[in-house]
């Protein structure tokens, strides 16, 4: 198919899996249908159509909620080992509110979706959280609310206790970077929030506890007999120092520190990294407050979250260069000037529709090995990898995007030894791209929006896919 180089032409290992993934509010539809509540996307798109382009929204998306069966066919036809999709809080608790009513018709929704997996050889991959948070909890306040853990812990309760037979793996926040930063700090996504270097941080506060809360709830209460795996999804980009001299070198493990530390850091050893609470302590100072914007964990916190993953995973899409750059007005709050890094792209790599994603492949074989090596050698799994066009069938550069990619993938592993053993495709469908609506497409099938049917068509990506996993090689023939 294309020709083969040094990376390419190997296989990978017989206990790599490859998978593919969609996330709720993206995909399903049926917004208010058999007793959905409102979630903070149903309400921003509603009431404030102009922030998402083309007042697009996900009402009716891909109308997976209805058509799960199809889906269902379509990744047995790609082969796929898993499927890591995300649950609508709102679907099932439809106040969010812990102790308040479970919505029974949602609870069904997902066992059929979980046993058409099942009965298809396709093991369910789930996301408790993928952003569409119950239109309720944010009017307390959302995440940045404490109280927020204890709505989590109950809805956390009620998926393992109704899904856990079947489901082995499970992810408890998707990205909580762009829930944080983006939607409490920058305000690009719902809720749309601006409130940079405050809001953000105690945003993360909570989410982390949560998190904590959910891995013991499952340790204790379920682990012992469902015998499953529990982690945080976070993402990152790579960060490539803009030259050899320390100072660059030092911005670039800032940025992932402050990007893909802030979160797994936490996981990991229970405290955020301690250039965080360095740089926004003594700024925080220098600004005139009491105490830091960035809240402390007590001596018991820090135990509590410490250690509650059972595997590493890793959103990953792109890549940035940093470079030091000289400090700032110190009285600016902002989580950009906690962090001040200049970063930014070679114009020559190439784009994609999506204007925050170059394709840089070794990117990714150089963020494997960062993990790897900052998190003591665990097992990795790629949750997400992908790219955008603006559409069509013959989608010569999403091929592209994988083959290379993957091939990074592969080298990480048989050159570097990092421990890689998933590889989740980002995404089946072209779907629901959040602010940008419908106009970036990511999938591997192409989705006709303006049928009310919303067929499906598989994409050249598709058959290239579905003959990688197959034979576990990228190109024709493998040694
Ligand atoms: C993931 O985010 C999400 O998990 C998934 O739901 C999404 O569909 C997919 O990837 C593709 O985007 O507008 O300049 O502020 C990927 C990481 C990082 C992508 C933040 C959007 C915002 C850039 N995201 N980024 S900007």
Redesign the pocket.
């Known amino acids: 198919y294309r020709e083969a180089t040094a990376a390419t032409n190997r296989t990978f290992p017989d206990y790599f899996k490859f998978g593919i993934a969609t ?1 709720s509010y ?1 995909v399903e539809g049926a917004w208010n249908e058999d007793g959905k509540g409102e979630n903070i996307w149903d309400h921003l798109c509603h009431t404030n159509p102009t922030f998402v382009d083309n007042g697009d929204n996900g009402d009716i998306a891909c109308d997976s909620y209805h058509k799960y069966k199809e889906d269902v066919g379509l990744l047995k036809d790609l082969g796929v080992a898993y499927y890591r999709f995300s649950l609508s809080w709102s679907r099932i608790i439809p106040l969010g509110l812990a102790g308040s009513p479970i919505n029974q018709a949602g609870i069904d929704y997902y066992k059929n979706l979980i046993q058409e997996l099942v009965d298809n050889g396709i093991e369910p991959m789930v996301t408790i959280f ?1 952003w569409d948070l119950p239109e309720t909890l944010q009017e307390f306040g959302g995440f940045p609310n404490p109280e927020l853990v204890e709505h989590f812990a109950y809805y956390a309760r009620v998926v393992f206790e109704n899904f856990g037979d079947s489901v082995k793996y499970w992810g408890t926040f ?2 909580p970077l ?1 829930t944080c930063h ?1 939607g409490y700090g ?1 305000g ?1 996504m719902a809720p749309g929030y601006k409130s940079s270097g405050l809001a953000e941080y105690k945003c993360t506060h909570t989410l982390i506890k949560a998190h904590a809360r959910a891995y013991h709830i499952y340790d204790e209460e379920f682990r012992p007999q469902q015998q499953g795996y529990v982690g945080m999804i976070p ?1 990152t980009m790579w960060f490539e120092p803009a030259s050899d001299s320390p100072a660059d070198q030092e911005a670039a493990e800032r940025a992932l520190q402050f990007n893909y530390g802030w979160y797994f850091n936490a996981v990991a050893n229970g405290n955020y990294p301690s250039v965080m609470i360095e740089r926004i302590d003594e700024r925080s100072k220098q600004q005139g407050f009491e105490t830091s914007r960035l809240p402390k964990f007590t001596e018991e916190e820090i135990e509590y979250i410490k250690g509650t993953y059972d595997y590493v995973a890793i ?1 990953a ?1 792109t890549t940035a260069y940093a470079q030091a750059k000289e400090e700032t007005d110190p009285s600016v709050i902002s989580y950009e000037s906690d962090l001040n890094v200049d970063t930014f792209i070679d114009e020559t790599w190439e784009q994609s529709a ?3 994603l170059r394709v840089v492949p070794w990117g990714l074989r150089h963020l494997l090995n960062w993990l790897s090596k900052t998190y003591n050698h665990p097992e990795i799994f790629v949750t ?1 990898n992908g790219v955008s066009d603006t559409g069509g069938l013959d989608d010569d550069r999403r091929i592209y995007y994988y083959q290379e990619y993957l091939s990074n993938v592969l080298e990480a592993i048989l050159d570097d030894g990092v421990n890689v053993t998933r590889y989740t495709a ?2 089946l469908l072209d779907n629901f ?2 602010a940008r609506g419908y106009s970036e497409k ?1 999938g591997m099938y192409n989705v006709n929006f303006a049928n009310p049917e919303r067929p499906r068509t598989p994409k050249a990506s598709a058959s290239y896919y579905a003959n990688v996993i197959a034979s576990r090689c990228l190109v024709d023939t493998c040694e």
């Open positions: 996330a993206q993928h998707n990205e762009q983006q920058t690009t993402d959103n899409y999506s204007s925050w997400e980002w995404s791209e959040w990511f």
